[in-house]
């Protein structure tokens, strides 16, 4: 399996009284990759109309929405977010400005990921990737970089280099960690999609169709 991964989900689950729907919560993912064309999948829902929140804190660090101290140093990470009925595309996001991202102590860029978005009552994933692995448009297309590995050593001459993680910067600190930190805001459920999780069947025929099942499901040989 690629990673390992935290889920914390917190606020009332119902509206009080007979309301068909959820309270909105939030989600809080920990976890780290392998190399530097994994891709982490998440599904998450809204039962009606939604102002949602897409966001990672490990780039430069800082307070997750579970409140948990989040290290700076991971890798500089870019989400794309799709329809999970249909696999198509919505919307990409690679670097969120300050001061939606904190600055990195070191790189002194904001180069943490922050996407919102207004959706309507459904079901959706969004996947998590390393810069430059650019979603190639809907779900069953594919990332820009799958196959090749450990890609990223070739961005930049670090001082603190190394064999995968380094982000483009050239600046002191651009050899990164392999962590991820995430959190989806404002949804009725979200999860990590992991090895044996249910997942709509759309969303399996998309991924085998795109040759995606091992990065968003199980990598059973790394285990």
């Not at 990759?33 to 929140?53: E, K, N, P, R």
């Not at 594919?142 to 890609?151: A, E, I, M």
Request: glycine share 10%; hydrophobic share 40%.
């Amino acid at each position: 399996m690629k990673n390992l991964f935290t889920a914390v989900a917190f606020g009332a689950s119902l509206l009080a009284g007979s309301s068909a729907f959820a309270t909105p919560q939030n989600y809080s993912f920990q976890g780290t990759f392998s190399q530097d064309d994994d891709v982490q999948l998440f599904s998450f829902s809204v039962s009606a109309t939604s102002d949602v929140i897409l966001k990672s804190i490990s780039y430069a660090g800082g307070v997750n929405a579970a409140g948990d101290t989040i290290e700076r140093g991971g890798f500089d990470p870019i989400l794309a977010l799709f329809n999970a009925s249909t696999g198509a595309f919505i919307d990409q996001n690679d670097d969120a400005s300050c001061p939606l991202a904190n600055r990195d102590a070191l790189t002194h860029n904001c180069w943490d990921v922050y996407l919102s978005a207004t959706l309507n009552a459904g079901d959706y994933i969004v996947a998590v990737m390393q810069y430059d692995n650019f979603a190639l448009g809907a779900l069953s297309d594919g990332f820009t970089r799958t196959g090749q590995g450990n890609f990223t050593p070739s961005f930049a001459n670090c001082s603190d280099q190394q064999s995968a993680f380094i982000d483009a910067s050239g600046n002191q600190g651009c050899g990164r960690t392999n962590a991820w930190a995430f959190d989806i805001l404002g949804v009725d459920t979200a999860e990590a999609v992991t090895p044996g999780s249910d997942v709509p069947e759309p969303l399996t025929l998309a991924l085998v169709a795109g040759g995606l099942a091992g990065l968003g499901f199980a990598r059973r040989k790394r285990a």
